[in-house]
């Protein structure tokens, strides 16, 4: 079982940026593949970012791409989304995911990220 935390939301204007950050515990969160997943109100869950494992190659939704970086730090067992630019669009509750081979075996209880105009 892993458990996994996301933190780093919060309110922002548009232009800005926010950094996120999905913890695990006990487990080696750098021995599976992550995902950062979002929901907005009303509509439904879509992916945003991935990093594989092995080889940490990551993947972004079109929209994403040049906005957002994932990246891992292993020594903390931490996976990070790294938003600039940030839209209004971009409102949502933000989920980490882990699993092998492909993110969505486990999944973390999300964070808010809000983008104001």
């Known amino acids: 079982q892993v458990q996994l935390v996301e933190s780093g939301g919060g309110s922002v204007q548009a232009g800005g940026s926010l950094r996120l950050s999905c913890a695990a515990s006990e487990r080696a969160l750098s021995t599976y593949a992550v995902g950062w997943f979002r929901q907005a109100p009303g509509k439904e869950r879509e992916f945003v970012a991935r990093i594989s494992w092995p080889g940490g190659t990551a993947y972004y939704a079109d929209s994403m791409k040049g906005r957002f970086t994932i990246s891992r730090d292993n020594a903390k067992n931490t996976v990070y989304l790294q938003m600039n630019s940030l839209q209004v669009d971009d409102t949502a509750v933000y989920y980490c995911?882990?699993?092998?081979?492909?993110?969505?075996?486990?999944w973390g209880r999300g964070t808010l990220v809000t983008v104001s105009s």
């Open positions: 995911s882990a699993g092998r081979p492909s993110p969505g075996q486990y």
